[in-house]
């Protein structure tokens, strides 16, 4: 019994200290090989993780910036020139943004505390669905399944 308990540790020390060295050995490799590619990577999920969602009809156009209404005032959106403008599919400038048009998209926040915009849609407001009541009580027959 004793030897049995004695292999099994052996066993199982050997396989902690494989797991080490391949683990630090996957890190050098990570380190060594794509350094530059993984701070690429890094960046983008940041940036990611950055931005939130905002929705809103147009209240005017000022310059580089899109007034958002809301219900006490307007809410400023700077557009850069990594912004992405669409409507039904297609990119869009910000010339052809006009107010009482219904944006939504992301955002992110500037570095002078601001809103950026990083993408958005124009469009018609969406219309919610209608919440269903009930249940429905028609049942089906064995032929209709």
């Known amino acids: 019994m004793k ?3 004695n292999s099994i ?4 020390a050997l396989s902690l200290v494989c797991l080490g060295v391949a683990g630090r050995l996957a890190a050098a490799e990570a ?3 794509g350094g530059s590619a993984k701070a690429g990577e890094t960046q983008r999920i940041a940036a990611r993780k950055s931005t939130y969602p905002f929705r809103g009809e147009v209240a ?3 310059g580089k910036a899109i007034m958002v209404a809301k219900k006490s005032g307007t809410r400023p959106i700077e ?3 990594d912004s992405l403008l669409e409507r039904d ?5 910000l ?3 006009k107010p009482g048009d219904y944006l939504r998209g992301m955002l992110q926040k500037t570095e002078s505390g601001g809103e950026a915009l990083v993408r958005a849609s124009a469009g018609g407001k969406y219309d919610k669905p209608v919440a269903k009541t009930g249940k429905t009580t028609a049942k089906m027959d064995k032929a209709e399944r």
């Open 89 to 93: 599919g297609t990119v869009i400038r």
């Open 79 to 81: 557009v850069g020139a």
């Open 60 to 62: 005017a156009v000022e």
């Open 3 to 5: 030897t049995l308990q």
């Open 31 to 33: 380190t060594v090989s």
């Open 95 to 97: 010339e052809d943004v």
């Open 9 to 12: 540790l052996r066993t199982l």
